[in-house]
């Protein structure tokens, strides 16, 4: 069967991360896609696919994405669409094949929104020779008519489109799932909870998948997990701080919010755990690691341990009614300071053992907007960097890092140990940048 041709309607944000999320749910569903007529300027992409079932399966969990369509043609003005539409070599079989079926037309407006003379546009199309019944609730077929317009300037918009497309509606994308999981309407949340939109598009970039077990070793209150559950994936998250674990009562912890999206089913458990001082089993097959490593903004960053280890040494021999003080369940171990390119470090070389070859490890790490710094991107020979998407704010950004464990034959470069930074991030972040 010849290829079809679609198009696929992406949104004008985030725009750095949607070429990896599309590419990252192509090869999850086992699709070879052209990217190379891909544009970050422009929301739209006609790619050609097998059939309807590869392009739905593609973008039915997208979060950049609107939806994707059967393409049936564009032009500058509806003169000029309707002669692409005749032209079309697919013309005659997509007119035929839904001849009968109950449908309807909604309108897209990009950049711009023109409400005039719908009805106009509509009828317009009355050579389609549609003999279904129009049904604007619960249609067999959705034509949609999307317009591209160019703001006059920023404060006026256009009410004359530059570019209309054409097409029948295949699959409309997961961006609903932002509403369901807005931070607004969570029982359980933090003042360092990430965004459920980047959350979720992280969760696509790292291809958690359905049955798989995805494990967040800084799970905090638990954003990446609920990500990772949404898209099916056993998840499993620990932290240092086991306030975060404990929450707030039964009512107001990371299992409430498992409970309250109906997914408890995918919440495995969460444990108060030093990551550097990992205490899962070695044969747990971890499929995906997911995380939001501490920057150590609210506090410095922290391990197990002493800073003085001889001192130390004397308060582990103190009893309490005959018992060692550290065998008790409300003893609280000493933490030292840890920097963010060891927590780094230890993060890769832990997924490098512990996930399988073709897994994947995505994690976020922020960054000064310095013109005279390099950002140094921490790198294993075990794995290959797969892509670094940057989120920028005003003075500095984070990244998005994938990688994928490539195994011990990969050989590829390492730079573990080199200090990234002249700087702590947490004091310039603090100093405003000016450090």
Request: charge should be neutral.
């Amino acid at each position: 069967m010849s290829p079809k041709k679609y198009l696929v309607y992406m949104v004008p944000i985030n725009v750095n991360f949607r070429r990896p999320e599309l590419e990252s749910l192509a090869d999850l569903c086992g699709l070879t896609v052209d990217f190379s007529d891909y544009r970050e300027d422009s929301p739209f992409f006609v790619v050609e696919l097998g059939n309807d079932s590869q392009a739905s399966a593609w973008i039915k969990r997208s979060i950049l994405t609107k939806a994707i369509y059967e393409y049936w043609g564009e032009g500058n003005d509806f003169e000029e669409l309707h002669r692409s539409i005749k032209s079309q070599p697919f013309y005659g079989l997509y007119q035929r094949s839904y001849l009968n079926d109950t449908f309807k037309f909604e309108f897209e407006a990009y950049r711009g929104s023109s409400k005039a003379n719908r009805v106009d546009k509509i009828e317009s199309f009355g050579y389609l020779g549609f003999q279904g019944k129009i049904d604007m609730k619960n249609p067999q077929q959705v034509y949609g008519i999307i317009e591209q317009y160019k703001p006059i300037s920023d404060n006026v918009g256009s009410t004359v489109p530059e570019k209309i497309y054409f097409g029948r509606l295949v699959q409309r994308s997961d961006r609903h799932a932002m509403e369901v999981y807005d931070l607004k309407k969570r029982p359980y949340k933090g003042t360092t909870s990430f965004e459920a939109e980047l959350s979720l598009v992280s969760a696509n970039i790292a291809q958690v998948k359905p049955g798989s077990i995805m494990y967040d070793p800084f799970a905090g209150t638990g954003s990446f997990l609920c990500a990772g559950g949404h898209y099916g994936a056993l998840v499993v998250g620990s932290d240092i701080d086991g306030r975060m674990i404990r929450g707030k009562g039964a009512a107001q912890n990371i299992n409430s919010n498992f409970k309250y999206y109906q997914e408890s089913i995918q919440f495995l458990d969460v444990i108060t755990m030093d990551f550097t001082h990992n205490s899962l089993r070695e044969n747990l097959v971890i499929d995906t690691i997911l995380c939001d490593p501490p920057y150590g903004i609210r506090e410095g960053i922290k391990v197990l341990g002493a800073k003085d280890p001889e001192k130390y040494a004397d308060k582990e021999k103190i009893e309490i009614n005959g018992k060692k003080a550290y065998l008790h369940r409300d003893y609280i171990p000493a933490k030292k300071p840890y920097s963010l390119d060891n927590l780094l470090d230890d993060l890769l070389q832990w997924a490098s053992e512990r996930l399988p070859q073709g897994g994947r490890l995505a994690f976020w790490m922020p960054t000064a907007n310095d013109d005279n710094i390099e950002t140094i991107v921490p790198l294993h020979s075990n794995l290959e960097l797969r892509y670094n998407c940057v989120q920028e704010f005003n003075k500095w950004s984070r990244r998005l890092l994938v990688y994928i464990n490539r195994g011990p034959e990969f050989n590829g470069q390492s730079n573990s140990g080199i200090k990234r930074s002249t700087q702590n991030f947490r004091e310039r972040y603090f100093s405003n940048f000016k450090k």
